[in-house]
């Protein structure tokens, strides 16, 4: 059982107030607080060790490349790759999907296919369609149902020789919907066709592991999970990463250059070019380290907790209505209050201190399935409390006598 009151002691944001009241943070879907080791790494890093890595032969460059690599291979235990140059080091999710649609852009043909569900968040949407537009490549659309699940049967019957890859979140930030994801691998296997896992809303909830998954690619972002802003990991499957072109050229992905020809390093390098976040690399393997003392079967537990009571509380509230109501649901509760828009009551409720979302959560496709313009999300973290959901419930209701 977590020690709620330890734990959030390590955060001192917590203990803020934000507009004279005290901090209610719900908004962990875009973002997760840090907690004090992680604060603390960073500072340390640029007191103590800060230089460029892999080029120096000077002690402090030294120090720095290992500190590095220990990081990267803390998060290849973290996800059990099988290989740390599987693990690259990106600026986040975005970033890791990118760089993967850049290389399938050699690879893909006129006609070809990639399915690409309907929860996606739009950083997995975009990049799909600008490799299609270049491509001559057809997207196509895994669909959902009301309760914000996929359709199996309708993924089913859309693979085909023709699909080259599927891309799918293992969770959705909008809904909060866990998808089939090993279903959904295996099948995408059967016909050939590689698969990409959007990791960024499951890594703050669970340990994935890559190789019981059998994924060939899966992203995420450090910043959700404890880490600094600007990282994030993509891994790849080697037979894939050394299928695929470099993504940007320049300084360390090289093996020789000179102006006839350019030879390319061995992997991870090979996607790593210029300097990297070396501080952000080698604190995101302290935020991991942190996240596995709390430890994922109290986390899981915490949020359990948490989404039930939040579901039961919001409910009582007349005229709310949750949006993603499946089966298997991590903590994201999305809702709408009949007749108010989100937005009024995301702004009254931040004058009592509480920080939820409100918007299309970069999912537009999901909120013109639901014909809405968006919904308040509240989203969950291990540090949270029944307390705090009070709080909200209460301003919510507060905000909803003033704007009806
Ligand atoms: C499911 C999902 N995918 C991708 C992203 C993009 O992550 P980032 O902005 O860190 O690159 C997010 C961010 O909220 C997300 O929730």
Partial sequence: MLDINKIRADFPILSQKVNGKPLVYFDNGATSQKP????????????EINANIHRGVHTLSQLATDAYEISRGK???HINAKFSHEVLFTSGTTHGINLVTNGFASIL???????????????NIVP?????EKTGAVLRVIPMNHEGELIMEEFDKLLSSKTKIVTVNHISNALGTVNPIKYMIDKA?????????????????????????????????????CGPTGTGILYGKEAWLNKLPPYQGGGEM??????????????PHKFEAGTPNVAGGIVLGTAIDYMNEVGFDNIQQQEKELLEYGTKRLLEIEGLKI????????SVISFNIEGIHPYDIGTIV?????????GHHCAQPIMTFFDIPGTIRASFAFYNTKEEIDIMVAAIKRAQMMLS
């Fill in 75 to 77: 998060i290849q235990n």
């Fill in 254 to 267: 090289i093996k020789e250059v000179s102006f006839e020809k350019t030879t390319y390093a061995e992997l």
């Fill in 350 to 358: 931040d004058k009592l201190g509480i920080a939820v979302r409100t």
């Fill in 323 to 330: 949006f993603g109501t499946a089966k298997e649901k991590t």
């Fill in 36 to 47: 004090q080791v992680v604060i603390d790494a960073i500072s340390k890093y640029y007191q």
């Fill in 109 to 123: 043909k006129e006609g070809d296919e990639v399915l690409v569900s309907a929860l996606e968040h739009h950083s």
């Fill in 128 to 132: 799909w369609q600008m490799l299609c």
């Fill in 189 to 225: 296997h059967e016909v050939g066709a590689a698969i990409l896992i959007d990791g960024a809303q499951a890594v703050p909830h669970l340990k994935p592991d890559v190789q019981e998954l059998d994924c060939d690619f899966y992203v995420f972002s450090g910043h959700k999970i």
